[in-house]
């Protein structure tokens, strides 16, 4: 099932959110439950698995100190005892795709945790993927290490017609209208401050919409949702 327009939405969604860690325990739990015997969702995870890969080279090369390397040992080894009491060993695990998808995953985790977790950068911290509305493609990635600015990084190579330009929006759940945060270049790293905004917060949306060029003329997204998504805080 390679064409991500076979995927029931819904579940294409909550497969994201498996792969990128953003689930609540229980539903995490009950979603690796699923994983067992629920093929589309198994096939889903790999997408997604596949997709976000490319982002651990987004992870500046960091040097863990030795205290952390023992926390993580620790914490292996506790793991791995309370699964060896409190559970059995899964079929799919044992399949060497599986093994595969869970070492991209796991080295996708050490580096996100040392590169964002372990260095001194101020709180909080937030991420967003912004993905096509037609194939849920992840085409930018939004992060805040900074809660003064926030950077949009390119993903994926971006088309736009020569009379067209790509805007960049925002709005918090409780806001009134959208709020634009400038134009973007197709395939250009864009800083964005944050000085006169609220500060950001959980699901909050972030969208790139096509407009004439020069932006829009109304200060609100007239044009075609190009890229969407949500943030979540890690």
């Known amino acids: ?24 325990v229980e539903q995490r739990r009950w979603l690796e439950q699923r994983l067992e015997h629920d093929e589309p969702l198994q096939a889903a ?8 890969h490319p982002l651990t080279g987004l992870a500046a090369v ?35 795709l599986w093994r595969g998808l869970t070492a991209a995953s796991l080295a996708m985790s050490v580096l996100l945790t040392v590169a ?13 993927v912004l993905a096509a509305p037609e194939d849920r493609a992840p085409g930018w990635l939004v992060q805040a290490s900074d809660p003064s600015e ?24 409780d806001w009134n209208r959208p709020v634009s945060l400038g134009l973007v270049e197709p395939g250009q790293r864009l800083r964005v401050p944050l000085d006169t905004l609220p500060p950001l917060a959980p699901n909050q949306l972030f969208e790139l919409t096509l407009e004439q060029a020069g932006g829009s003329p109304t200060g609100l ?14």
């Not at 001194?120 to 937030?126: A, F, K, M, Q, S």
């Not at 926030?150 to 759940?173: N, S, Y």
């Open 1 to 24: 099932m390679s064409d991500v327009h076979q995927y029931d939405p819904e579940l294409y969604a909550l497969a994201g959110e498996y792969v990128l860690g953003t689930l609540p």
């Open 45 to 52: 995870v790999a997408k997604w698995e596949e997709r976000l």
């Open 62 to 96: 960091q040097t863990p100190s030795p205290r952390l390397w023992l926390r993580v040992e620790r914490s292996l080894d506790a793991l791995s005892r309370i699964r060896a009491t409190v559970e059995p060993v899964r079929w799919w695990q044992r399949l060497g």
């Open 116 to 128: 964002v977790v372990y260095r001194p950068l101020p709180e909080p911290r937030y991420i967003v």
């Open 150 to 173: 926030i950077q949009l990084i390119p993903l994926a190579a971006v088309e736009v017609p020569a009379d067209r330009v790509l805007e960049f929006w925002t709005k918090g759940d």
């Open 221 to 234: 997204p007239t044009g075609p949702i190009q890229f969407i998504g949500r943030m979540v805080k890690i």
